[in-house]
């Protein structure tokens, strides 16, 4: 177990839908990561949060977008859902915002499913 | 632009021997290295990292790599293979200044057979 948790487990929705995933860091990590893994574009980094900013942006298309809260969870919205935009989605956290000993520990994952 | 290869989608292996997951990456300035463990419908687990120092990290459950920087490899090694190591590798680089994001190659499963 990580310490990092996100819920739900599991997301099955309609493709037009808007959802959120929510996840909590470890205690005492100021960053927060959100990853999207599929078949057929594998694990590939979205967004990271540091301390309630966001700090750095990947491949994370316009309808979706995250913010991370005072008491540090974060929720990635995806809108405006497609089919393939069913995949694992992972949340990460580490304690800092970088850095040579800054590792990032990731939590269970949420399976989306769009129909 | 950095990324990272990793060299054969299936590893197959028999209990007892060698396990040798290969991973390449291309880097202006070398980064930092991590592999990455993944079971069946579980998240990811941090085996080992390298950040600077001795080149031969060891990690959890008897893994450790080595990071070759003439070769920019970072390949997996495990000296006697176990039926509870079945499971998806993912090498990954961070770059050793800015961004903390992590690169993934495309993952390796590890099959372990009696």
């Known amino acids: 177990d990580s310490g990092v948790t996100q819920t739900p487990k599991h997301l099955i929705t309609a493709t037009g839908q808007r959802v959120t995933l929510r996840c909590s860091p470890r205690s005492g990590d100021l960053s927060v990561y959100w990853y999207q893994q599929s078949l057929d574009q594998g694990l590939q980094f979205l967004i990271q949060y540091y301390n309630g900013e966001e700090r750095a942006k990947g491949n994370i298309l316009e309808r979706f977008s995250a913010q991370q809260f005072p008491d540090l969870h974060s929720e990635l919205n995806l809108s405006s859902l497609e089919l393939g935009d069913s995949a694992l989605y992972f949340c990460?956290?580490?304690?800092?915002?970088?850095?040579?000993?800054?590792?990032?520990?990731f939590g269970p994952g949420t399976r989306l499913t769009v129909l | 632009a950095q990324s990272v290869t990793q060299l054969g989608s299936h590893v197959s292996v028999s209990e007892g021997a060698l396990v040798l997951l290969r991973c390449n990456y291309s880097?202006?300035?070398?980064?930092?290295l991590f592999w990455y463990v993944q079971y069946p419908n579980q998240g990811l687990q941090l085996l080992l990292k390298?950040?600077?120092?001795?080149?031969l990290v060891k990690g959890i459950n008897g893994f450790e790599a080595e990071f070759k920087k003439s070769e920019t490899s970072f390949h997996l090694t495990k000296p006697s293979a176990h039926m509870s190591d079945a499971a998806e590798y993912f090498c990954?680089?961070?770059?050793?200044?800015?961004?903390?994001?992590?690169?993934f190659g495309a993952g390796t499963r590890l099959a372990v057979h009696p």
């Open positions: 880097s202006s300035v070398p980064p930092y």
């Open positions: 990460a956290s580490s304690v800092q915002a970088g850095g040579p000993v800054d590792t990032q520990y």
């Open positions: 390298y950040t600077t120092g001795a080149t």
């Open positions: 990954a680089v961070r770059p050793s200044g800015g961004y903390n994001k992590l690169i």
